[in-house]
């Protein structure tokens, strides 16, 4: 079982930035993949980024965010974190956090076997 609980949302004006941390706990946390994803009011859930368990190892972004969204994890601490710079209004969505305990590093929502409970960014023009 791994726990995942995401912060640092919030309402930030266009071009501003904001960082989401999600803390995991649990027995496997330290070596599954992580993801983030989003959900915008009436759209399905959509694949942010995503880095392998290794510090340093693996990441992929989706094609809207590279460039302005930077993954990155800290195993000592079992925290991810996603960096979101130049933010956009179409950025708004809730943000979730994911784990996949057998490591894949995929950009769909079912190869992940746990979410955090999400946490909200509000980008105004």
């Known amino acids: 079982q791994v726990q995942l609980v995401e912060s640092g949302g919030g309402l930030v004006q266009a071009g501003g930035s904001l960082r989401l941390s999600c803390a995991a706990s649990g027995r496997t946390a330290n070596r599954s993949s992580m993801g983030w994803f989003r959900q915008a009011p009436g759209k399905e859930r959509e694949f942010v980024a995503a880095v392998s368990w290794s510090e340093g190892a693996t990441r992929y972004y989706a094609d809207s965010v590279k460039g302005r969204f930077t993954m990155s994890r800290d195993n000592a601490k079992n925290t991810v974190y996603l960096q979101m710079n130049t933010l956009k209004p179409e950025d708004t969505a809730v943000y979730y956090c994911?784990?996949?305990?057998?490591?894949?590093?995929?950009?769909?929502?079912?190869?992940?076997?746990?979410w955090g409970q999400g946490t909200e960014v509000t980008v105004s023009s």
């Open positions: 994911a784990a996949d305990s057998r490591a894949r590093v995929g950009e769909e929502p079912d190869e992940y076997d746990y």
